[in-house]
C-alpha cells in the first residue's frame, strides 16, 4: 500500500520529473486516435517529448499499431464513421493487450451522438477520461464540483482530468488541484487534446493512472507557463509550447509545479 | 438608408476596428466546413480573434452545430463526398435558421465537378462568396473587373470579397478597393481561407454583408502588414500573423487601412 | 554520355542550386497525395521554394489535376479508401502523361497492408522511392546497405533517396551519400513526407531523377542546419526551416552541402 507521502504535492511533482525522465529513455509508442485539427499539433507534442505518435484509423492496420504501442488516445473531435470504427477495433485490442488508454470526449456537450457514444466507450474501461467543465457536466448529468468528480471516477472505475483555469484530478479515492498553465493555452487549437495525448504517453511509463494524470497536466502546465514568457500571442505561444516541452527539465518542474 | 459618409473609406476601417471589438466582446461560434490543409490554422485564427470555432463534418450532427453557431463557412478546398453532404445539411440549417454564411469556392477554375456545386451553392443565398481573380472567372465567365464584381453581385445577391494585390468588395451598388496585405501571405497555404472564416466572423457581429467583408479583409490585410515587420520568411510570418490578429487595436487598423 | 566530373560532389551541390534556382523561376504545380498529418506543413514547404502545391484526393477531379501538375507525390501516411482510390486514378494519369512521381510508403515496416500496396505501386514505376532505413529493409527483403540500394534500385529501375543519420541516394549505377541535416528534424512530424514532396518538385525541373533527388535532399538537409541554428527546440525549428528554404540560396548551399 502506498505511504500517504506519496499522494503529496510535493510526490506529484517528483512524479512529473520522473515521468518526463522516462518518457525521454523510453521512447513509448502512443497511438492517437484524434481530430483533423489537432493531428499535427499532437504529434510533434509527442515528439517533443521523446513519444513515437502513429495516427493510422484505417481499420486493416490499426489493430497492429494498437497492440504494438504502450498508450492509446481516443479523442472524439472528430465524430465520423472512420474514427468510430477504428475506435472499435482500437479499443478491443487496448483491452486484449492491457494497453492502457484515454478518452478525450471532445464536445459532448454540443452534440448528443457524441455524448452517447462517449457513454458506450466509458462502459468500456478507459484508463483516464480527460475532459473540460462542460463535458463532465453532460456526461455526469452533475455540475463539476470535487465531489461530483470523485463520485463520477469511482463509480466508473477511471481517473478523471479535467481542465480549466485550474486542473482537477480524481479517481475514486485522491483528488488533487494543479494550478499551473496560462490564459494562452485557451487561445490555441488542440491543446487540450494535446494535453490528453500526454496523458496517454504518461501512462505508457506510469502504472499509476492517478499520478500518471496529474503528472502530465503538471507538465503541460508548467510547459505552458514557460512558453508564456516568450510568447508574443497565441501564434508564438504554440511554437514555444513544443520547444519548452523539448527543454523541460525535472528541477523546473518541481520548482513551478502548483499541486494542492 | 444610410447616409453617403458610411461608404467612405473612414467608414469602413472603423467599422473595422468596432467589430473587432466585437468579436472580443462577444466570441461568436463560426462554424467551418473547411479544407484539411486548413483546420487547423483557421481555427487558430478565429481564436485569436476571441471566436469559437468549430469544425465537425459528421452528418450526425453538424445540423445542431450549425443551428448553434452565429455564422457559417463553406470551404470547397477538400471536395469529398463527406463535405458535400455535410454542405446540404449545414446550409439548410443555415437558411432556416437566418445564420449568414460565407462561401469560399476554391480552386473552382481547375476542377469543373467543383465549379458545377460552387454554382449550385450559390444559388442557394450565400450572403458572401470569397474568391481569388481565377476562381471568379471561373464563376462569372467573365474577366474579374470591378463593374463585373458589381453585376454579378448584384445579379446573385450577394457580396463579393475578392483577394489579390488588391481587394475588391462588391455587392450590387458599392464597391471598395482595400491596398492591405503582404506578399508573403501568397507563400502561407490557407491564408485565404482563414480570410474567409474571418469574414464569416464578421457577419456575426455586423449585419451589412458588404461592410463586414470589407472590414475582415482590412484586419487580415492590416495583421498581415505588422507580421510581415517581424518576420524572416513565410514559417515565422504565419506564426506572426495569429499575434498579430491577437494584439490588433482599432487605432492600428485605422491608421493602417488603406482603403479607396 | 554524361561525364565522370557530373557525378562528383561538387557537381550535385551545384545542381542544387540550380534546382533551386529553376523552381523559383518556373513554380512547378506539385500534387501532392499525402498523409492527413502532413499537408500543411508540406504545402507550406513547396510554397516556401515557389511552387504550386494541390492536394485534393477527390476522384472525380484528382486526374485533372495530375494531368495539369508538373510532378505527383503519393505518401501512404494516411492508408484510407480514399487516398488509395486516389493514388490510382494519379498514378494512372502519371503514366500516360509521363508526369514524374514519388512514393513514400510511410510506416510500411509496421503495416503488412501497406506494405503490400506499395509493392504494387512499386511495380507501376514511381521515379523515386523516398523512404527511411526500417521501411527499405521491409520492402527489399533486405538490411540497407549501399549495395542493397545500388541492387535494389537497379533492380526496380528507379532512385532510392533513404533518409537517416546521413542520406544515401542511388540508381542502379550511381551512389551517393548526403551528411547534412540535424538532429531536431526527427523530432518535427513530417519533416520526411515534406522531404519527398521537396524530391517530387525538382523531379519537376530536373529530369535526370538521382540528381534531382539528390539536389532535394541536399537542399532539405542544409535548410535543417541553417534553421537549427535560429531554434531553441522543434517547434521553433519546424518555423525556421521553412524560412530556411525561403531564404536558401546557391552560395550557402554549395558552401554547406556535405556530398560524398
Not at 464513421?81 to 488508454?101: L, M, N, Q
Not at 468528480?149 to 469511482?154: Q, R, T
Not at 487540450?192 to 502546465?221: Q, R
Request: hydrophobic share 50%.
Amino acid at each position: 500500500m502506498r505511504s500517504p507521502d506519496e499522494f503529496s504535492p510535493r510526490a506529484l511533482a517528483s512524479a512529473a520529473a520522473d515521468i518526463l525522465q522516462q518518457l525521454r529513455a523510453r521512447g513509448p509508442r502512443v497511438h492517437c486516435i484524434t481530430n483533423a485539427v489537432a493531428q499535427n499539433f499532437t504529434a510533434n507534442v509527442l515528439l517533443a517529448l521523446g513519444c513515437v505518435p502513429s495516427m493510422t484509423l484505417s481499420a486493416g492496420e490499426i489493430g497492429d499499431f494498437v497492440a504494438h504501442s504502450d498508450a492509446l488516445l481516443v479523442n472524439l473531435g472528430t465524430f465520423d464513421r472512420e474514427r468510430r470504427e477504428a475506435t472499435e477495433i482500437a479499443v478491443d485490442t487496448a483491452r486484449r493487450g492491457k494497453v492502457p488508454w484515454v478518452l478525450d470526449p471532445v464536445f459532448v456537450d454540443r452534440s448528443a451522438p457524441r455524448a452517447g457514444f462517449a457513454r458506450v466507450l466509458i462502459g468500456r474501461g478507459p484508463h483516464v477520461l480527460r475532459l473540460n467543465r462542460a463535458e463532465f457536466s453532460a456526461l455526469a448529468d452533475s455540475a463539476a464540483t470535487p465531489d461530483a468528480l470523485v463520485a463520477y471516477a469511482g463509480d466508473k472505475n477511471l481517473t478523471v482530468g479535467l481542465s480549466g483555469e485550474t486542473d482537477w484530478v480524481a479517481d475514486g479515492e485522491r483528488f488533487a488541484t494543479i494550478a499551473n498553465g496560462h490564459a494562452l493555452m485557451a487561445k490555441v487549437t488542440a491543446m487540450g487534446c494535446a494535453g490528453s495525448a500526454l496523458v496517454a504517453a504518461a501512462l505508457a511509463v506510469e502504472p499509476d493512472t492517478w499520478s500518471a494524470t496529474a503528472a502530465a497536466l503538471i507538465i503541460v502546465g508548467v510547459a505552458g507557463e514557460v512558453a508564456a514568457a516568450r510568447a508574443a500571442g497565441p501564434g508564438s505561444f504554440a511554437v514555444a509550447i513544443v520547444d519548452a516541452l523539448y527543454n523541460l527539465d525535472g528541477p523546473t518542474l518541481i520548482a513551478h509545479a502548483k499541486v494542492t
